[in-house]
């Protein structure tokens, strides 16, 4: 079951924007940019892995973004952004220094503490990598409570690798594996060509026990889930991360239905057997 | 549940009922802005019994009725004076609990900080007079969605503590209504302060049942007498005969089950080729709770603002994602409304959505009838649209 | 030191046929070895083998005009690079260079055509075996088509 943390009580309506500090901002690629947060007066809010809060960008609007940070240094705040729209723009465009209003956590969590004792795989498709973060982070932090731990990422090119530096790091540690493949690759690249869905079968992990967290486009988790499921994997333990329209991320306007659930308050971390149903129908 | 009376500290409903005349309806509403409550109820305007400010009981729709039929509204004279003689109107009390459009708060920027300021309620509360059953069920169903859950709207809790609900029970259902086939009325049994049934043989009158003690401590401000056996049998025959003439009805015990296992029926594809897509179900529907946000900067200064507004699951970029909508056609946009108002609501709040008031049929443009849309798919459940198999 | 047949028979790709089939695809058999970089067949030229990559991996490139060499797939240990040589006109679509030190089966494309002429059911065999490899691919190179982590239209 995925877990949802409780609320916390505040003052403040739950509309309303805490204001929070840039401390520090780096370009990922070329439309995506990771900020660092922490609380401009106020309270640190902290995510668990795989909760989203609500980015506000003053004047413009307001975004669900998932949270890609440290939970074991909750001082920060980290977000991972893509350049989309007008909103995304004017957040990646904040300087350190620049405000930035933040609503949340909110959402059900990955399921990090539930897969103690059992392998691990993370599947991370394009940007699906920022919302996976904080569970490796978590996972790495208490090694020693996992079996094997793979990380499979995909990217359409090798500039489009989020935390490039990271992935090599992780890389070269004895006690994780690591499988990147990109769709294409011009000139220097050394590494895999090729969808990462082909990166499951060889896989070092036991797929009757094992936790799979995935997340990218819809169509790449469709396909990486029927790659896992095709290694005998069950569905009660395979986890996705959905995304839908949201105005409020409190459950109250409605948006973000997905058939019986709501994705800011049933999600966005759903177990496969809750949703296989509902991705089947199409425009749902 | 705050404010709103409970079965719990209700004076009993029998014991206690009162008879009032027209007098009596009179002070009601003057005892109501005595006070100090804000008092909406049914008036005239623009053709339609809208709710809106009821500054006297004189301004009561008397002698008017409402002929209500898919994609048909007018307004018919009665034969008699009655004050509550027609079913419900285009507005709900959504209107005063949800306004359409209302500021959340102001910001302003500079210091290294956002200063966040919050719209404060409005300081009069409402008295609704003359809530009908259905009506009574659909604000149960908002109260569920925004004060049993996580998180509680402040404007919404706000507005609803305190607001005193003189409830009506229904003496002519309209030609859309199907409350009975929802189990939300005609009669109304809880949620209100006062319930009045308009009785007009055998002398002009109302009989009145408390439901509160606040409703209790007004009662006996008023003019009345205590209800006798006449009054009491005369009541539950109003109810009776509405109970009888409802214009629809649907077989409601397992519609959530049903809709969940017909998402692909064929039927939603007829209502597409019906439906304008136009949101008008939803603007009139008494349940219906969707609202979006619009930050906006003030111009000329380093400040900011956000408004909360209506919105429809109809529109194409409700459901809008990097990438485009995730229910584009309006197939999908029909299905998404009729599923979660009769289904999916069931799963989200514990209850169904829809109260049986009929408004949507109603108000919709070209006639779709949701009791039509559900007895179809039941009568060819498990049928699948080959176009979309 | 293994015999070819044993090499052969080993071979994921070659399970489930007939140990006179294996002698035969054998016969057409070569072990090979391609140092880092080292390409194994160009773009255009003739293609008369298919290679089983038993160690290192080789990665499918093409030249695109303006974009210079496009890598399109890494084909890892047990998987076969090479379809060209099953029909006219018998010619490669892609560069194919070795990642790192590569050593590979090779066999020759014509032994093996001439083989499965005189032995329809030694071609049938193969056939069904490459049809599924084919199809692999093509999901594979679908998907890729579909571009789903692509730079969509502002919103």
């Known amino acids: 079951m995925a877990t949802s943390p409780a609320p916390e009580a505040s003052a403040r309506g739950a509309m309303a924007p805490e204001p929070f500090r840039v401390v520090r901002r780096s370009r990922e690629t070329v439309d995506t940019w990771t900020l660092e947060l922490e609380p401009a007066g106020g309270e640190p809010i902290v995510p668990a892995p795989g909760q989203f809060t609500m980015l506000y960008a003053f004047g413009v609007g307001e975004v669900p973004i998932s949270s890609s940070g440290d939970p074991t240094r909750p001082e920060r705040l980290v977000h991972t952004v893509r350049a989309v729209g007008a909103v995304t723009e004017a957040i990646c465009a904040t300087r350190p220094g620049g405000i930035i209003g933040v609503r949340g956590p909110f959402g059900t969590a990955w399921p990090v503490a539930e897969a103690a004792g ?25 090694r020693e409570a996992y079996g094997s731990v793979v990380l499979l990422v995909g990217a359409r090119t090798p500039g489009d690798l989020l935390y490039a530096k990271q992935l090599e790091r992780w890389r070269s540690r004895f006690d994780l594996e690591v499988g990147v493949t990109v769709d294409t690759a011009t000139g220097d690249w050394r590494g895999r060509v090729g969808v990462v869905t082909k990166l499951v079968p060889r896989a070092g992990f036991d797929p009757e026990s094992a936790y799979a967290l995935v997340v990218g486009p819809e169509l790449m988790m469709r396909y990486t889930v029927e790659a896992l499921l095709a290694r005998g994997m069950q569905k009660e333990r395979i986890f996705l991360s959905m995304e839908r329209n949201m105005r409020c991320g409190v459950g109250h306007c409605g948006h973000c239905q997905l058939g019986p659930a709501l994705v800011c308050r049933d999600g966005p971390v759903f177990p496969l057997d809750e949703l296989e149903r509902l991705l089947e129908v199409r425009e749902l | 549940m705050p404010g709103a009376p409970s079965e719990g500290d209700a004076v009993s409903v029998m014991e206690g009922s009162r008879v009032i005349g027209l007098n009596g309806l009179d002070a009601l509403v003057g005892a109501l802005a005595a006070r100090g409550y804000r008092v909406v109820g049914p008036v005239l305007r623009d053709g339609a019994i809208v709710y809106d400010d009821l500054a006297s009981a004189d301004l009561l729709p008397a002698g008017w009725t409402e002929v209500q039929e898919p994609a048909t509204y007018r307004l018919e004279r009665r034969p008699d004076e009655a004050r509550f003689g027609y079913p419900v109107g285009p507005h709900s009390w959504k209107r005063f609990l949800l306004p359409a459009r209302i500021r959340l708060w102001q910001a302003r920027r500079g210091d290294g900080t956002l200063a966040v300021t919050e719209e404060p309620p409005p300081e009069q509360g409402f008295a609704f007079v003359g809530a009908r059953a259905c009506d009574l069920h659909a604000i149960a169903v908002q109260d569920r969605v925004f004060l049993e859950g996580a998180y509680t709207d402040r404007d919404y809790a706000a507005r609803r503590e305190g607001a005193f609900v003189v409830a009506v029970n229904c003496s002519t259902p309209g030609g859309t209504c199907f409350c009975v086939s929802m189990g939300t009325g005609p009669k109304a049994e809880t949620g209100f302060d006062l319930a009045l049934t308009e009785l007009l043989e055998g002398g002009h009158r109302f009989l009145v049942e408390t439901g509160s003690e606040r409703g209790a401590e007004l009662l006996a401000e008023l003019p009345s007498r205590p209800a006798e056996a006449d009054d009491l049998a005369a009541a539950a025959r109003v109810t009776d005969e509405a109970a009888a003439r409802m214009g629809r009805q649907v077989e409601s015990g397992d519609l959530r089950d049903l809709l969940a296992r017909n998402l692909e029926h064929p039927r939603f594809a007829d209502a597409a080729e019906r439906c304008l897509t136009c949101g008008n179900c939803t603007m009139v529907c008494p349940t219906c709770f969707c609202t979006s946000v619009d930050d906006v900067n003030v111009l000329g200064e380093d400040a900011a603002e956000r408004w909360r507004r209506w919105d429809s699951c109809f529109s194409v970029d409700y459901s809008s994602i990097h990438g485009g909508s995730v229910r584009p056609s309006s197939q999908a946009r029909y299905r998404q409304w009729l599923t979660h108002k009769f289904g999916t609501w069931v799963d989200q709040f514990g209850t169904s959505g829809c109260v049986g008031c009929g408004r949507c049929i109603t108000w919709c443009p070209v006639g779709i009838d949701v009791t039509e849309e559900l007895a179809a798919i039941r009568s060819s459940d498990g049928e699948v649209n080959r176009a979309n198999a | 030191m293994q015999t070819l047949d044993q090499v052969v028979a080993e071979i994921p790709f070659f399970a489930g046929m007939q140990p006179q089939h294996i002698e035969l695809i054998a016969g057409c058999a070569k072990n090979v070895r391609f140092q880092p970089g080292e390409t194994l067949f160009r773009e255009g030229k003739p293609a008369d083998a298919f290679y089983l990559v038993r160690r290192g991996s080789v990665t499918l490139e093409t030249f695109v005009p303006a974009r ?41 494309g014509a032994c093996l055509r001439g083989k499965c002429e005189a032995d329809p059911a030694l071609g049938y065999e193969l056939m069904s075996r490459f049809a599924q490899v084919l199809i692999d691919r093509l999901q594979a190179t679908r998907f890729q088509l579909l571009d789903v982590y692509g730079h969509l239209p502002r919103a």
Do not use: C, M, N, Q
């Not at chain 3, 890892?76 to 006109?89: A, R």
């Open chain 3, 68 to 108: 210079g060499a496009v890598k399109i797939e890494t084909v890892e240990p047990g998987e076969i690079v090479g379809w060209s040589w099953l029909f006219p006109p018998y010619r490669w679509h892609f560069d194919a260079r070795a990642d790192e030190l590569v050593r590979a089966t090779s066999f020759d």
């Open chain 1, 118 to 142: 059992s392998d691990l795989v993370i599947v991370a498709g394009g940007i699906g990598l920022a919302p996976l973060r904080p569970a490796l982070y978590a996972t790495l932090a208490r």
